[in-house]
């Protein structure tokens, strides 16, 4: 890891995954491990987890206050 915090691609990963300049990507961490997954979402996929959301929140009753609640608290972590 470089200074800055950039992380470095082997171009061979690059070029078998498709990745090109400027790709943005997920960041998923546990204890232990990070996996960096392309951030690739079609208009298709944003619809389908938006309904998702909204059934969730519709299933547990959620407000856009609890909504507002859930961001405030995990941007303070």
């Known amino acids: ?3 800055r ?3 470095v691609i082997p171009q061979r990963i690059r070029e078998e995954m ?3 300049k400027g790709e943005k990507f997920m960041i998923l ?3 232990e491990h990070l ?6 979402m079609t208009r298709e996929d944003l619809t389908a987890l938006i309904e998702k ?3 969730h929140a519709k299933k547990h009753h959620l407000t856009k206050k609890d909504l507002a609640n859930a961001i405030k608290k995990a ?3």
């Open 35 to 40: 996996i960096l997954k392309p951030a690739r």
């Open 5 to 7: 915090g950039q992380i």
């Open 53 to 55: 959301a909204r059934e």
């Open 29 to 31: 961490q546990d204890k």
């Open 18 to 20: 498709g990745l090109q």
């Open 75 to 77: 941007r303070a972590a």
């Open 1 to 3: 890891m470089g200074e």
